[in-house]
């Protein structure tokens, strides 16, 4: 079965600090993993994906496979980092279809 | 407004109340998605749809009954809700190029619509 683990429900730091949301997956095949956010009354959004290897807004995100994590980072927070973000994985059901399955989420507070 | 767009944005319902939630989206995307998002859980993938067709129903109450007219428009349907069930349910929407494989591509999420049952 797919499982995205997010151990930090809250997360806070000061602007300039590094910061890290863990997330750990449970899958038997190959997963696609994303990281979504979603910023004070906005909606859902995609912020990076494993496959593109790039990083987003000074954030960056490596998969893990020996550890089964794709923790997310950033070496200095800013305050409009601030937001809920998501670890996603997407893998095949018993149907064939594909499917994204969500972490809890954490909720990074970035202070001044 | 171009994307994914859901409405109503807020609904307040009775338990025997029937009623409809709506998403269409604007981007020529052939998958569809209900996702709902309650406190304390993570988002929970209720419905797929691939090319019109209902491919996942994740072990949801009958009580809610989603419908794909068309590839843009994807609708649930609601009656005699409990409270419980009062939670942001979110459509998505992705472009599926078919097969079976994880999804690579990115998904688009709507505003969400804020239900609570009374």
């Known amino acids: 079965a797919q499982r995205v683990t997010q151990p930090e429900k809250l997360l806070s730091v000061f602007k300039g600090a590094p910061v890290e949301l863990k997330c750990n997956y449970s899958y038997s095949g190959s997963p696609e993993l994303f990281w979504y956010v979603q910023y004070s009354r906005q909606r859902l959004q995609l912020l990076l994906r494993?496959?593109s290897r790039e990083s987003i807004k000074g954030f960056t995100a490596d998969l893990n496979k020996g550890e089964t994590s794709f923790h997310l980072k950033k070496p200095f927070a800013q305050e409009e980092d601030s937001a809920m973000y998501y670890c996603a994985l997407s893998g095949s059901s018993q149907g064939g279809s594909e499917k994204l399955v969500f972490g809890k989420g954490t909720k990074l507070t970035v202070n001044p | 407004e171009t994307g994914v767009t859901q409405t109503p944005r807020h609904l307040v319902m009775g338990m025997t109340n029937k009623k409809s939630l709506k998403c269409e989206q604007h981007?020529?995307?052939?998958?569809m998605y209900w996702y709902k998002q309650s406190a304390k859980k993570p988002l929970e993938l209720m419905f797929v749809y691939n090319f019109k067709e209902q491919t996942e129903n994740n072990s949801v109450p009958s009580r809610f009954s989603p419908e794909c007219p068309n590839s843009s428009h994807l609708f649930l349907h609601l009656h005699t809700l409990q409270p419980e069930d009062s939670a942001l349910y979110l459509c998505?929407?992705?472009?599926?190029?078919?097969?079976?494989?994880?999804?690579?591509?990115?998904?688009?999420f709507g505003q969400g619509t804020r239900l609570t049952v009374v």
């Open positions: 998505a929407s992705s472009q599926d190029y078919g097969g079976t494989g994880p999804l690579n591509t990115e998904a688009f």
């Open positions: 981007l020529g995307h052939n998958a």
């Open positions: 494993h496959i």
